[in-house]
């Protein structure tokens, strides 16, 4: 019966291939002819597309927050890192719990997967908020820069050059990446717009509206970036002062989240027979688990409750 059943599959493969190939043949000569007729044409009427020079940048969400931490062009290498972490993590819970609980490896190296793939996101979101706030403490100096250049009655293009010659870095690399695009045609406008999706913080982004308002309506720049910087400097103030009035509810916070912790590793250090029989069930690790990632949910969110966004 089964010798059967594959040969009529066989045979009805076969058909199928032959019906299809001969279908394709009754009008492969005629779109062929067609396919030589549009080329002709194209070549008589010179429809050659438009080619764009310029760089396409990435809009995946791998490739955003690599852009946001100054790392877009290793993209290719940044991918492979992270499918390489995956993969790593996923195996080496699965050995601990291969030897610890066998039952639960192949759960532990599905769990690995985005625990991995996780661990790296956050790596390279802890880069790109640190980028990000080096950034930010860059602007005002840099606006004020340009304020002086504007004044002196110099153009865009010869702003983003002095600012590409004597800032510093992160902030240089991005004005210097922005005068290549102006030096090569690129939109002004297009530039800004990119600069806007590598520098994330709103100070930057109403610089580029009051340069966009400033170019459709006119008006005095110079000024209105002079008072963009004071603004700036003025708001990092507040920011210090609520820091320094939530400095102690950030510790209280984390006390509280390293004490359990503490406790439990100064009761295995001191008195490990009370401890110790909990920690070989089976049951309890998972229990132990679930209480470690409950705490730093806990943790997170007391740390969150004591921060606040000026």
């Not at 490739?63 to 080496?92: P, Q």
């Not at 027979?273 to 132990?288: E, K, T």
Request: glycine share 6%.
């Amino acid at each position: 019966m089964n010798s059967v059943s594959i040969i009529v599959f066989v045979a009805i493969t076969v058909s199928g291939l032959m019906v299809m190939a001969f279908a394709r043949s009754q009008w492969s000569d005629e779109l062929s002819r067609l396919g030589k007729q549009q080329r002709r044409l194209a070549q008589k009427n010179n429809d050659s597309p438009e080619v764009n020079i310029f760089l396409t940048q990435r809009t995946d969400y791998l490739s955003r927050l690599l852009s946001l931490a100054g790392l877009e062009a290793k993209y290719e290498k940044m991918r492979m890192y992270w499918i390489v972490s995956s993969i790593t993590t996923a195996c080496v819970l699965a050995l601990i719990l291969y030897f610890q609980l066998p039952e639960m490896t192949v759960v532990g190296f599905i769990l690995g997967l985005p625990i991995g793939a996780g661990g790296f996101v956050a790596y390279l979101s802890f880069l790109a908020k640190r980028r990000q706030t080096r950034l930010t403490e860059q602007l005002p100096q840099i606006l004020e820069t340009m304020a002086s250049s504007l004044k002196a009655g110099s153009p865009v293009m010869e702003v983003f050059k002095v600012l590409a010659d004597t800032a510093v870095d992160p902030i240089r690399s991005e004005f210097k990446r922005g005068l290549v695009s102006l030096q090569l045609g690129k939109p002004f406008r297009d530039v800004m717009h990119e600069m806007t999706l590598r520098i994330r913080t709103p100070d930057f982004k109403l610089l580029t509206h009051a340069i966009f308002i400033s170019q459709d309506v006119g008006g005095n720049l110079a000024d209105v970036v002079a008072t963009i910087a004071e603004v700036i400097r003025e708001r990092f103030k507040l920011r210090d002062f609520m820091n320094a009035l939530t400095s102690q509810g950030k510790a209280t916070a984390m006390f509280i989240g390293c004490l359990p912790y503490g406790i439990t590793l100064f009761t295995v250090a001191f008195s490990p027979g009370y401890i110790i029989p909990f920690l070989n069930n089976g049951v309890a690790r998972i229990v132990m688990v679930v209480l470690v990632i409950w705490e730093l949910i806990g943790f997170w969110i007391l740390m969150k409750m004591t921060t606040f966004e000026v």
